[in-house]
Nanobody, 119 residues
Framework: VQLQASGGGLVQAGGSLRLSCVASGRTLTNYGMGWFRQAPGKEREFVARITWNLGTTMYADFVKGRFTISRDKGKNTVDLQMNSLKSEDTAVYYC?????????????WGQGTLVTVSS
């Protein structure tokens, strides 16, 4: 699967951004897609994920109630709506995809898009 992420930028604290990731190269049946992020000097961490078939979602605790992940089967995209952004949300955000049979395997990664939240 090839992934292309977009939508990052500079936003003030309390503001919103919407990230989008388009997938190509194969059908996404029995796949999941998700978002991870990596802040400067920190390890990459999980943000949110969604199953392609049923749209079942899961979020990291630090984004619950603020971020929403969704997918559009017709466009082969997964979006991350980010509201009430905080300075600590500043990071490079990566979309990822992989099969979900049995356990999640993140074997495809996009190039990353930078989100900067100014306080």
């Amino acid at each position: 699967v090839q992934l292309q992420a977009s939508g990052g930028g500079l936003v003030q604290a309390g503001g919103s951004l919407r990230l989008s990731c388009v997938a190509s190269g194969r059908t996404l049946t029995n796949y999941g897609m998700g978002w991870f992020r990596q802040a400067p000097g920190k390890e990459r961490e999980f943000v949110a994920r969604i199953t392609w078939n049923l749209g079942t979602t899961m979020y990291a605790d630090f984004v619950k109630g603020r971020f929403t992940i969704s997918r559009d089967k017709g466009k082969n995209t997964v979006d991350l709506q980010m509201n009430s952004l905080k300075s600590e949300d500043t990071a490079v955000y990566y979309c990822a995809a992989g099969p979900t049979l049995g356990q999640w395997i993140w074997n495809s990664w996009g190039q990353g898009t930078l989100v900067t939240v100014s306080s």
